[in-house]
């Protein structure tokens, strides 16, 4: 029944209308068709959008020493596996096909004004996109003591090292924004709220949530290679 009552609530539909438009755009290879920097990096950027407001930016790159066919079994597993993190907690993960899965969670972000509380709902579906694995997420998220709704897309890619031979590189691009919805009668104050504090917030929570994703990558990354033939990788701090 809780179940059932979560994903009424979160409205699915929109999850998997949303993550089906994406396959169909290829929007996967919009920003992502230059070779990746073999370096670690995670940047955040703000902009403005005509149509969504206000979205906040992901990319990370991360350098894996292992193989693509490594590294897309270390991704996929990391990403469909049932552990709880600090700030979020699954309330049930489920595969329809073996190359998608769908999950429930509660999510919370600290704000100035005290913690947040998000119920998310998430579906993601991988596929083999110009001889590359690509993971395409749609996520769904509603907070809980306001009628607002958040949307992020993300696009995550695993190529082969342009500086290292049977290494790759891991490439994750995400775009958060509020989801709009005509019938909703939102005051002004109400969308500054959404958008300046519960997505900054939002976006304080996805940086760090990131940097410990490229550090547990890399470091899994080291133990699918031989010994003598692992990278000496810094990890982030």
Not at 69 to 81: G, P, Q, S, Y
Not at 175 to 187: A, N, W
Request: proline share 5%; aromatic share 8%; net charge positive.
């Amino acid at each position: 029944m809780a179940i059932l009552q979560y994903r009424e609530r979160l409205n699915p539909e929109k999850v998997n209308g949303a993550l089906s438009g994406l396959l169909q755009k290829r929007l996967v290879l919009t920003g992502m068709d230059t070779t990746p920097s073999p370096a670690i990096t995670c940047d955040m950027r703000v902009n403005q959008d005509a149509q969504r407001g206000k979205v906040i930016e992901f990319i990370t790159t991360t350098p894996m020493s292992c193989s693509v066919r490594d590294a897309n079994e270390i991704l996929w597993k990391e990403l469909t596996m049932c552990r709880d993190h600090p700030n979020k907690v699954y309330k049930y993960m489920k595969g329809a096909k073996p190359n998608s899965h769908e999950m429930n969670f509660v999510m919370s972000a600290r704000s100035p004004f005290g913690m947040l509380e998000l119920n998310g709902l998430q579906y993601m579906e991988k596929f083999e996109e110009t001889g590359r694995p690509v993971f395409v997420v749609a996520e769904r998220t509603k907070l809980a003591s306001k009628n607002f709704a958040f949307r992020d897309d993300c696009w995550m890619t695993v190529t082969p090292s342009s500086v290292k031979p049977n290494a790759s590189v891991v490439e994750i691009h995400l775009q958060l924004y509020m989801e709009r919805d005509e019938e909703l009668q939102l005051s002004p104050e109400d969308i500054s709220y959404a958008q300046d504090r519960v997505m900054g917030s939002l976006g304080n929570a996805f940086r760090k949530f990131f940097q410990a994703q490229q550090n547990t990558l890399m470091e899994k990354a080291g133990r699918a290679v031989p010994p003598s033939s692992t990278s000496k990788l810094s990890i982030i701090v």
